[in-house]
Structures are given as structure tokens and as C-alpha cells.
């Protein structure tokens, strides 16, 4: 069954760096998007991209937070300065043309100490 | 407006009991109703979706039932086994694009 892989698993960082999430998607999925998931809490949603750009954003994804097509098949989040308060699960999900629902990938865990 | 409310926030079935969780919507504009299923350490996944045009959908022993006019939906879980403990999320997509998520229910299942 087709997956969406998220690299890395896990991701230690300090407050103020800045870490890139990759993502490869379902090779025939168009509709990408990424999602969060603080401990124990709801999933959020961040960002979607059609087309190499943006379709719509969160309130969440602020000026620190971009994504991007760099090569036509990874799509990666960046987080330029890490904060304390990103420290969450971050999930990587896809959509074919035509279809309903999400494909998820297993996400990276993000830690900012 | 955007908001999914989810409830329980946990809940505990005996092996082979029903497992009911409920949902409740604001947005009309809401066109689509997921449930995923997430294990710990894993990406929610796919497990039932229902469209508001239709008020029951069952695949296995999963159903959603839908109420448009209360705008409320609900997975039951028929003849609940220990596999299928996880957290069960419901989801409501806004107008074909992004999906808005419930705060999740823990779901044990005791053999």
C-alpha cells in the first residue's frame, strides 16, 4: 500500500535554530499538507500546497514557518527560529485528485530544548 | 464556528461490547465527516468517512451514523476487540480543502 514518508522520526533541536521536516508523497498525490499534533492533543492543521503554492494556512503558520517543492517530490516544512512552544508531532498528509481523505505519514516528532 | 467537539475524552469497553463516540459540528459548510484511527506513535489513519448527504455508513464493524438536522455524527464500534484500542478522531472538511479535528477519545478495550 502507498505511504507517505516522513524523515526524520525524531528531531532534538535548540530554541532558535532552525530544522527542515521532510516529506515524500504518495508519487501520484497533488494535494499536500501539514498538520500538527501538540502532546496529547488535537491534531491541527498548519498548511496546504497545490500547484507549489500555498492554498490556504493557519493561524499557527506564521511568518516563521514555510514550505516548499524543492526538488518535485520532497515537500518539506521549514521552521526558521524554533520556539519552546513548537515542540510537537508534525504530520505530513497527501491527497490524490478526485479523492476524499488524507493519506498521513508517521510524523516527526520535533523537541526544541 | 470552525470547531468539532469530540466526546468522550476516553472511554473503556469490555471485549465484544459497543464503543460509541460522538461528534458535533457548527459549519454547514462542512462536506465531509472522517474518523481516523491512531496508534501511539503513528499517523492518524483513514478508518470510515461519511458525506452528509447519507445518514449511515458501515464498512465491517465500524458504522457512522449522521445526523445533518442535529449536525451530529457518531462511530460505533460493534463487537469491540483489544486491537482496537487507540485514539479515534473525528474530522469535518471545510469546503473540499483542509480538515478541522476533534480533541480525540482514548479508547481501551479490556479482554
Known amino acids: 500500500e502507498p505511504e507517505v514518508t516522513q524523515t526524520p522520526s525524531h528531531q532534538v533541536t535548540q530554541m532558535g535554530q532552525e530544522v527542515i521536516l521532510r516529506c515524500v508523497p504518495i508519487s501520484n498525490h497533488l494535494y499536500f499538507y501539514w498538520y500538527r499534533q501538540i502532546l496529547g492533543q488535537k491534531v491541527e492543521f498548519l498548511v496546504s500546497f497545490y500547484n507549489n503554492e500555498i492554498s490556504e494556512k493557519s493561524e499557527i503558520f506564521d511568518d516563521q514557518f514555510s514550505v516548499e517543492r524543492p526538488d518535485g517530490s520532497n515537500f518539506t516544512l521549514k521552521i526558521r527560529s524554533t520556539k519552546l512552544e513548537d515542540s510537537a508531532m508534525y504530520f505530513c498528509?497527501?491527497?490524490?485528485?478526485?479523492?476524499?481523505?488524507?493519506?498521513f505519514g508517521s510524523g516527526t516528532r520535533l523537541t526544541v530544548v | 464556528q470552525q470547531q468539532v467537539k469530540q466526546s468522550p475524552q476516553s472511554l473503556i469497553v469490555q471485549k465484544g461490547g459497543i464503543s460509541i463516540i460522538n461528534c458535533a459540528y457548527e459549519?454547514?459548510?462542512?462536506?465531509?465527516f472522517p474518523w481516523y484511527q491512531q496508534f501511539p506513535g503513528k499517523g492518524p489513519a483513514l478508518l470510515i468517512a461519511i458525506r452528509p448527504d447519507v445518514s449511515e455508513k458501515k464498512e465491517g464493524r465500524f458504522t457512522i451514523s449522521f445526523n445533518k438536522s442535529a449536525k451530529q455524527f457518531s462511530l460505533h464500534i460493534m463487537d469491540s476487540q483489544p486491537g482496537d484500542s487507540a485514539t479515534y478522531f473525528c474530522?469535518?472538511?471545510?469546503?473540499?480543502?483542509?480538515?478541522?479535528f476533534g480533541t480525540g477519545t482514548s479508547l481501551t478495550v479490556i479482554p
Open positions: 459549519n454547514t459548510a462542512f462536506d465531509y
Open positions: 474530522a469535518a472538511r471545510f469546503m473540499g480543502n483542509q480538515f478541522y
Open positions: 498528509a497527501t491527497r490524490g485528485t478526485g479523492e476524499n481523505g488524507y493519506t
